[in-house]
């Protein structure tokens, strides 16, 4: 399942000495820009007056570009000699939603190594026999070749990759080899994943790779409550191989710069969020609770009449396992879109038919006449 963007208002962690290293990376970017032809490269100009305030007439009704906290640490990781390149991303990730703007790719593209889950998440759409019925054929893993051809498309036009959505990346066995394709050639890439398959070899591929960011699925820190969420999940046995992912980590890559967090669905009064900051931020970096959206049932949920765009058509793409392209995975029976990756080109979907009616309803007020963006409450 998607992690929704990361930050601070949803995270149970205060990122340590984060306010010195914002100071640092800041006095190394205007260093940098300084040393750069601003006038060839607009972006830039527009990071520059966001992060240093020149352009006093700036639309305030624009969300002014910052460093989030979580970017910082993100950034702290990073060779300072990357530091624009990776401002450039986030840029575009953070404000092009807001700006409704593209370009010829998309800031981030979300692929699913497999659809297939040992789960059954109460919150999670693998609850739905829809989607998990074999017959129905929503259900497969992601072969090498299609992979690599998706990679091939992306390498050295965007940053972002991440490796989930519906299913259980770790299911596919083919997961190291992925990892290993992709490895030095995008700045952002994350995997989430629930650990229950965590085995050693990949381990090792993970810490192997140069992933930005693993994100450990997690939502409780006991039992029976973990079990309860995480139905077919087993809090004892995951605990262990994120302890034991840990301790690689440590002792047998310690330069390691993977950022490692766990991340919770906040989904009901039980769950204490200080008992998971006490019980995970031993193993993990960061700790931190995503909003609740109804996943499981939202073609049958009730209208939210939400009339605000959703920030996904201008941030993401998502590719399934057997390169079907859909615009978000709240819409995980992919009734939106008949777009293919083996068809089409990730440039040619992105800015073709489909995507542009898909925005344009959106922004002219009819989100709500279309399913099922009709009963989801992302923006």
């Known amino acids: 399942m998607t992690e929704i963007a990361y930050d601070k208002a949803n995270s149970i962690l205060e990122l340590r000495g984060i306010g010195e290293k914002r100071k640092q990376i800041l006095d190394i970017i205007d260093t940098q820009m300084n040393l750069s032809d601003l006038k060839s490269d607009p972006i830039l100009q527009q990071i520059e007056e966001s992060l240093f305030g020149i352009d006093v007439t700036r639309n305030k009704t624009e969300e002014k570009f910052y460093l989030r906290d979580h970017v910082v640490e993100e950034m702290s990781r990073l060779d300072e000699s990357d530091y624009l390149r990776y401002l450039r991303y986030r840029y575009r990730y953070d404000i ?7 370009e010829k790719y998309p800031p981030l593209v979300q692929i699913e190594p497999t659809s297939i889950c040992n789960y059954r998440c109460v919150f999670c759409y693998q609850t739905d026999k ?3 019925d074999k017959k129905n054929g929503h259900m497969g893993v992601m072969g090498l070749d299609l992979f690599k051809k998706i990679i091939d498309q992306l390498e050295g036009n965007i940053e972002g990759v991440t490796l989930a959505s519906r299913g259980e990346p770790t299911v596919n066995k083919k997961l190291p080899e992925f990892l290993q394709y992709m490895t030095g050639k995008f700045l952002a890439t994350k995997v989430n994943t629930n650990a229950y398959l965590l085995d050693e070899e990949v381990m090792h591929a ?3 790779a ?8 997690a939502d409780a820190a006991s039992e029976p409550l973990y079990s309860k969420l995480r139905v077919n999940g087993n809090l004892d046995r995951v605990s262990k191989n994120i302890e034991y992912f840990y301790h690689i980590k440590e002792n047998q890559y310690p330069s390691s710069k993977l950022i490692t967090r766990v991340s919770g669905v906040s989904y009901n009064s039980d769950q204490d969020i200080g008992e998971m900051e006490r019980f995970w931020r031993q193993y993990v970096d960061q700790v931190a609770f995503v909003d609740y959206n109804p996943w499981e ?3 049958d949920a009730a209208k939210k009449y939400v009339d605000h ?3 996904d058509l201008w941030r993401r793409m ?3 396992w057997d390169g079907r392209v859909a615009p978000c995975d709240v819409d995980y029976l992919t009734t939106l879109s008949t777009d293919t990756i083996t068809v089409n080109t990730i440039p040619e979907i992105w800015n073709g038919e489909n995507y542009k009616r898909l925005r344009d309803n959106h922004l002219s007020g009819r989100r709500s006449t279309m399913e099922p963006c009709s009963r989801c409450v992302v923006v």
């Open 318 to 320: 998502f590719i399934w």
């Open 96 to 102: 092009y939603p807001i700006l409704h703007k593209t």
């Open 210 to 217: 140069d992933l930005q960011t693993l994100v450990f699925s």
């Open 297 to 299: 049932n939202v073609y």
């Open 309 to 311: 765009p959703c920030s």
């Open 206 to 208: 993970i810490l192997q």
């Open 130 to 132: 829809r989607l998990t």
